[in-house]
């Protein structure tokens, strides 16, 4: 089905392979009167890039984006933005291996078993190099939030069980990952600052159920827990529920154990999520597996992968987020009928 | 918005409040050609109305379905199947506490903040009444699942930090909090045996991103895990991938860590997913919050609550869980050109 | 599939068949504050009632409509309002001849080769009186305009080629139609006052194109007009084009022949449709058919049908271009990045 | 809003203004296996270029498409397939008259009103060059079509008055338009063979209810007609209902006044529409308008444009229609539960 896009009045749609020409993106919906250029993409698809750094991949990427349309004289003018990203780096490899095999805790099995056959070079459309397609369209979600004062941030809380604050315990557990041939999970935190109360629906539209579908959207992404999350599963009601007060005349919680959304509503307080990744499915270390003529076989697999997904997924959450919020805000302007009326000036 | 719809094929739209006089659901994209009779829902819908246990409110409701429309001679037509729930209960109370104060724990803020009013009587739409409806629609999805050969199955597998399994130390820890006039958290899981491999989309219609929409939508859910879940964040690739084998002349797993889905697409392993509940916010302790006039009160909430949400949610996870299986599979027979052409027979 | 539905934020769903229970509808994203009962309603319902007029059927339906859910203290709350009508002429009688037959100009055959076999009962699904459902929703979306300032009637214009303004010699055309035991077409207008310029969007959901879907989706819909329409394509565009003018400090045009929408965006003229219905296809005269066992048959329908259509039918256009027309403004509320800010008050 | 998008299940998302850097569509829902290259689509868009005959701009445009995405060893792989088309004949132009203007017949007024500026180089993005997109997605609709054995087809059959069959008389009025810097307006016919009996949907998503949509979305349409159209609203039961018959074994109709569609489902005839062009807006000769500072003024449009606008559009309906009858197809495949055990062989 036509599962490539996401969003209902601020949408996106994303397109393209690991090792295909291109990867893009068309953001439809996005209000007129934007101030938006490049740069204002790059500083967040230039997060997702790899950096060398030891939780990355070496591999490098410029991941330059272009804007192809629905900006003039430097605004958005209410119609598509189409964004590309030209893959640079699609020298022809030896494929055969992967072509015929089954990566455990890849899609690969899957994708035969729902099209047929598959785009196998470099995961194809499974590839995580989708998400800097998710990116450049969060990017200008992000900027619409920033002007309504509403700050969306992300970073890795932890890889293994080491916090990340305690960055030499951490870069220890990788390069023994490495030198492992192995790979470690890790965790995402996004805290989302100013978010007015009011937003999000009572029923299936919940901003907590709309954020989870964009969370577990994010490939690797195994777990999600809003405010304290599975916690509040042993926590008592009297502990677990935030009492209201007034601060600073505005409504307000004393403690934020709900994450800022009850019953699918937000209510002004900060709104706080934590996703969990497991480690990298791609290790080099041998592992048994399957190939498609369904013979049982003993696979390494090559290549340059990062052995934590978190570090660079960070920004990944933080934009499938700011796209979430953007949806919410837009679509709650038609609750209240006075409001409307407002609106039209009658 | 519209937010009381969920699903694309096979699509549902609940409708009613807590006390008004009735509440229903409409399933629409329903297959022609199902035997359904009112006793096939039923069996479900009687999972979730209270039971007068422990774990449940004393409050008796008979929660017959009644079918409108969409069957003709015993069978489902493909039109809309309409089912209906009177509210039986509706003798008039005494609400000016409720209906002047926000609950802490509730969406009565979110609502006044959204709607600039609310139906406060039981808790009005966001009341876990409505997921009444959502079972109902969900017999049906479950029925389709069982003629494909799917079994999809839900239970309480802990309440606090006492597993289910020892029902003696849940009971006595239930009628603590009871004392306490406190309430618990609690879990749920929930298992699908038989669904083939194939079913889901690579990018944001993932089926675990379907899942986590459909589970987050359910009222007081805070954390959800997919196979190992959030344990995955600390697990290393080596452990955590399942290595793909053959057993009896299938594609398998040796172990199921992934919770039977990979890159959004289901494997054909089981597929394991854990909800994990927040405590009944409603709880008979003295409360501190606030109140529509921004005063800072004391409240005590009256009634009969469940102190455990996952002892009867436990079948609305079930329900929700088959009513995105279902839609997955609709939508995925127009996969494959080859399949498309044998179905018109070309 | 689910093809029930109309609408993205006012979104209405009806259901049920000529003789079951009862027909219905929800109405889910009706903004918050509307006073409504049932006489709001009823006022549109009893339009499309049959009247025992010259033009209607004899039979009897009080069509009372009754509001389940979404009103509270007299106003809607932003949740969905659930509207029955119960069916209540539903004597048994002899369906054996229908039941195996496919009525020509009826939908008989195309749904037994959709969903194998059909409610076969006064039409099932597709009998005229599902709309009764769309004008229940619809009076609530002719409230909505109304408290906006706009104005939108339709209106019989035409019986076969008998202009409406001549009640006698349309009478005596229909008393031939009976006594031929045939039926014959009809024409109704629909027009608009008070719509704002610049709703509608330019690509696929031009106002138009909604319009279009909106009016063919009314059974017996064989034509189409926008503004002139079909008699714009003999027209040349000197005389074609509406000019713009000044007109009490506002932007209007000299003339109106594109209907009010220019590029499928409302530019402050009157919208103006024309719909075209093709006469009632029960007649009474005996006609060829072929049944379901695939024999060529003749056969007379029986039963006492409206001869013309569009006398019924003006109110069931008037409300779907209502529908069209609120949920068309309630998106055009993001259009604006400097309006959002606005609205949000930063 | 999200306004670019169009189908359900095979849809398409189309970007890009006239004088940007390039136009595309994105095409998600395409099932996998379809073998597909870039001249399957040149041999649509080319009939949608000017081609410098009487009825065609001067304007050489060479509208390559590439194929970005979605495409693998020569076959759709069931990802999104993004096409892209780069704008050509970007050179500076002296667009000062029509930034200020709102040339009568076009959307400029309704895209200020709407959306507070516009991108008024050659239209933006509702120039007609916008449908090079669609014909480009249409064309690998008509492949599928084609596959299943139906054919779809549209023609220009009238200009102005004159029918197409014609060509002496079409072109002497087409060059007294063009002398009289004037324009005129055409029709357009479509034709559908082979396609089966039970697609669409008997309420909102009629089979003709879509295809009006789908005509209405096209720029300058302003009449349609399915089946006998307008004139059924002048016609009788006894001869408008086209009698059911068996021919060679198949349901068939003696007569086709229906064009192939009843209840909003096709009955296996040929499906028949027609559609109304208005004359092309953009004339030489001076008009009367008004300019964004609401000044009335006189304007002559510069440049070379289309005197009738059927002729190139014809490939347009050809290819919405084609959309419309696969997502359609696509969509009906989940009817019957039945069909769908085969088809998951149960």
Redesign the interface.
């Known amino acids: 089905?036509?599962?490539?896009?996401?969003?209902?009045?601020?949408?996106i749609?994303?397109?393209?392979?690991s090792h295909?020409?291109?990867?893009?993106v068309?953001i439809?919906?996005c209000?007129?009167?934007?101030p938006l250029d490049e740069s204002d993409i790059s500083q967040y698809t230039d997060r997702r890039r790899p950096n060398g750094g030891s939780m990355s991949t070496k591999r490098i990427e410029s991941d330059r984006v272009?804007i192809?349309?629905?900006i003039?004289?430097g605004?958005?003018?209410?119609?598509?933005?189409?964004l590309?990203i030209r893959n640079e780096d699609q020298r022809s490899k030896d494929y055969s291996q992967i072509a015929d095999s089954?990566r455990?805790?890849?899609?690969d099995?899957?994708?035969?078993?729902?099209?047929?056959?598959?785009?196998y070079r470099g995961g194809?459309?499974?590839s995580a190099r989708?998400t800097a397609a998710r990116v450049a369209a969060g990017a200008i979600a992000q900027k619409?939030l920033k002007?309504?004062?509403i700050e969306c941030s992300a970073r890795l809380t932890?890889v293994?069980?080491i916090p990340a604050s305690d960055p030499q315990a951490v870069e220890a557990l990788v390069n023994r990952?490495r030198e492992?041939q192995?790979?470690?999970?890790?965790?995402v935190e996004c805290t989302v600052k100013g978010m007015?109360?009011?937003?999000?629906?009572?029923?299936?539209?919940?901003l907590?159920?709309?954020?989870?579908?964009?969370?577990?959207?994010i490939?690797a992404?195994?777990?999600?827990?809003?405010?304290?999350?599975?916690?509040?599963?042993?926590?008592?009601?009297?502990t677990?529920?935030?009492?209201?007060?007034?601060e600073d005349?505005k409504?307000s919680t004393?403690t934020n154990?709900?994450?800022g959304i009850?019953?699918?509503?937000?209510?002004?307080s900060d709104i706080r999520l934590t996703v969990?990744?497991?480690?990298?499915?791609?290790?080099a270390?041998k592992?048994?597996?399957?190939n498609r003529f369904?013979?049982?076989i003993e696979m390494n697999i090559k290549g340059r992968h990062d052995p934590v997904i978190?570090a660079r997924a960070a920004v990944v959450v933080e934009c499938m987020t700011a796209l979430v919020l953007v949806d919410a805000?837009?679509?709650?302007?038609?609750?209240?009928?006075?409001?409307?009326?407002d609106?039209?000036q009658?």
């Open positions: 089905m036509a599962g490539s896009s996401f969003g209902t009045i601020f949408k749609t994303t397109w393209g392979e295909g020409k291109a990867i893009g068309v439809d919906g209000p007129a009167g934007l272009e192809l349309s629905g003039f004289e605004k958005t003018t209410g119609t598509p933005i189409s590309i089954y455990p805790g890849h899609a099995y899957g994708f035969d078993a729902k099209y047929g056959f598959r785009d194809g459309r499974s989708e619409l002007s309504m004062g932890a293994g069980d990952c492992d192995d790979s470690i999970g890790s965790t007015p109360a009011g937003i999000g629906d009572p029923v299936f539209e919940k907590d159920a709309n954020l989870a579908k964009a969370m577990f959207s490939g992404v195994k777990g999600l827990d809003i405010g304290d999350g599975h916690l509040a599963a042993t926590a008592k009601g009297s677990n529920n935030d009492a209201f007060r007034m005349g409504v004393a154990h709900a994450g009850l019953g699918g509503i937000s209510n002004g969990y990744f497991k480690p990298t499915p791609s290790i270390a592992q048994n597996t399957v369904h013979e049982e978190g805000l837009l679509l709650n302007m038609t609750s209240r009928l006075d409001r409307i009326l609106f039209y009658h």
